[in-house]
């Protein structure tokens, strides 16, 4: 009688030779592993891919969306802030969210002002 450990050891084996050479195992990208450990990213209860988004007020945006700051401007909310000025004739600023931090317009740097 054949060992229960051998019969089950011949189909695995034949299995990984198999695979080793099977194409979908050889185009797999090198990076794809990092994807499954990492959290996806959320906006609101929504998940989202950085690399084609971002999330602005629970609101998921194409990167290239422009929206306007003030009459003569215009600003990337995935990347800046639109910030009104208070002192003086109304103006607007944009200034550049800093990556990792909640962004606001008191302390981030100024990117360009706004023509009046």
């Given at each position: 009688m054949?060992?229960r450990?051998?019969i ?7 299995t990984?030779?198999?695979l080793q ?6 185009d797999?990208?090198t ?5 499954l ?5 959320r906006?609101g209860?929504?998940?989202y ?8 007020d ?8 422009t ?9 990337w909310?995935?990347?800046e802030?639109c ?17 990792g ?5 008191p ?10």
């Amino acid at each position: 009688m054949i060992p229960r450990r051998c019969i089950l050891g011949v189909p695995v084996c034949i299995t990984i030779f198999f695979l080793q050479g099977s194409k979908a195992v050889a185009d797999a990208p090198t990076g794809s592993g990092l994807w499954l450990c990492q959290p996806a990213p959320r906006c609101g209860d929504q998940v989202y891919d950085p690399l084609q988004h971002c999330c602005s007020d629970d609101t998921i945006l194409p990167l290239n969306r422009t929206r306007q700051c003030g009459p003569n401007c215009t600003f990337w909310p995935c990347l800046e802030l639109c910030c009104p000025e208070s002192f003086g004739p109304k103006r607007f600023v944009v200034k550049l969210k800093v990556l990792g931090t909640q962004s606001q317009c008191p302390s981030s740097p100024i990117s360009r002002i706004c023509p009046s």
